[in-house]
């Protein structure tokens, strides 16, 4: 056969078998071997076409679309628009949930039209005049862009000293999956002439005060027993209490189910954390002690009005968290949900028990993992922080614009020193704490655990606080929360080494709550927010974790409940 011969004949088998492919292909059927036919028939024309053989006068993308198998048959209850339809209702149905539930209100303090030259309103970063009181029309142009929400008014609002505002905008923007932003309530923040509010300042002065006495020396504390006494006797302070009163035991907790029991910090900011290959290592790079900010009444002025300030000052010997100053640079600088994705590594290397109601808890032939497995909780837990962070800005810009408790110990001590006078309640004008402050100080400014005092946003609600609560009600509901912790652990007074210890037994559910209560409490310590702030914001993010949670169940195939203690101590199931 001449070389002719030879390509004529492998061009009529190559057309044979196209020929044959093209039938199949009108033929389809699932088989295995009418698959590999099809396939082959795809290779053979793609590597035609990548040697140049493609047909005079036709593209070859044309070619291969002519050459395309059809999809195989798909495996499932819903297939194709079938699928597509569901996946729509899911959705739909979600949004007309959300939407159909009753418009809440938005009560506030009422503060902010009571005084007109707006004393109780967060005004931080904008023009103050001498005594720390806002330029009223600075303060305009931020409520005119609050109220407009158009983008230029935003870039219009008169600043002081060049400090930047912290994205009110984000108060605006909706969420894809859980309740939107505007759909949430929280209550009214504390009257700035209120007993609550000056209960709520004095245990901010006493946990200033106390930032480098050690957690586990609380109850041999001098200061700790004079803040405890000074605390029970307020007409109006709503921390938690022992018999009526304040005590070593209480002081600067929470106030949810395990709050009170064992040591002040969760085993989940102390115990080693398993992050995949790797270990870390809990003890922190912290702050030295003594160091207070803010306390000169110049220095407090500038930063109002929006000065940048220095960096802390670190400690080179890093440690465990052993008091309220470690607590307080701990949740300075921390990730949104660092403290719940330790915790959740934690508790993953525990071996702690799922929720009774999760499936794969009792399944004899399958494990959880893209659906209520190990990955997916993970996921869940970073993605209900940013919905959370939407909700509570909106609460704090757009609805209470509450004053930090720097802002408020300003007008404390301008009202002291007779170079002002405004409605204080003399719960706080009579307490010992304010002596105690200037002594230390020469002033009664609030001394501040940061250089830069508190963030350029309102204080109520609390962003850590919020997040916190979110992330924990995550965790509660995956988790078997009367699981006990192995081997607890708690920090020597130096912060050197872990101990153990060998109370009572501590749960993962009590230690949650613990977790989330640090979180939210230290930023207390660290006197940038009060007391109110973290409690009302960790209920504000686990309303926002319930709604959230029971879209994610919508879309599951499995049939599962989860059943979560809330912080109020009331059980539901979702």
Known sequence: MTKDSELRAKSERRREEDAGASSQRSNYTTSRRGFLHSVGGVAATITAGAAGLVRPGVSRSAEVNAQEVEPRVEVGPSTGKKRAKASFNVRTAASQRERDLPIVSHPTNDDEELYANK????????????????????????????????????????????????????????????????CLQQKAAPVFSSAEEAGEIAENYWMALARDVPFAQYG???????????????GDFRGPKSGGAVTPGTIFRGVGPGDLS?????????????????RVDRRMRTVVGGVDYLTSYPDWLLVQNGAATAPDVLDPNPRYIANGRDLGQWVHIDVLFQAYFDALLILFSLGATRDAGNPYRTSRTQIGFGTLGDPYVASVLAGVAAPALKAVWYQKWF?????RPEEFAGRIHNHVTHAASY????????????NEVFGRNGSYLLPMAFPEGCPTHPAYGAGHATVAGACVTVLKAFFDESF???????????????LPYTGSALTVGGELNK????????RNIAGVHWRSDAAESLKLGEELAIRYLREEKDCFNESSTWSLTKFDGATITI
Do not use: C
């Open 119 to 182: 004393i109780g309103s967060f005004s931080k970063a904008l023009p103050h005049n001498n005594l720390g009181e806002v330029d009223v029309a600075a303060f305009n142009t931020l409520i005119r862009a609050l109220t407009t929400g158009s983008s230029a008014d935003f870039e219009n609002i008169t600043l002081g000293r060049g400090v930047k505002l912290t994205n009110p905008q984000a108060g605006l923007a909706f969420a894809m999956e859980g309740p939107d932003s505007h």
């Open 220 to 234: 041999t504390s001098d200061l700790i027993n004079r803040a405890a006494a000074d605390l029970s006797r307020l």
């Open 262 to 278: 064992g040591p002040y910090i969760s085993q989940f900011l102390w115990k080693d954390t398993p992050f995949g290959v790797e």
């Open 399 to 403: 609805v209470h614009r509450r004053l």
């Open 423 to 434: 409605p204080i309640h003399s719960d706080i004008l009579n307490s010992p704490v304010l």
């Open 484 to 498: 006990v912790i192995p081997n607890p652990v708690e920090a020597s007074a130096d912060g050197s080494q872990l």
């Open 515 to 522: 977790l989330a209560s640090n979180i939210a409490i230290g």
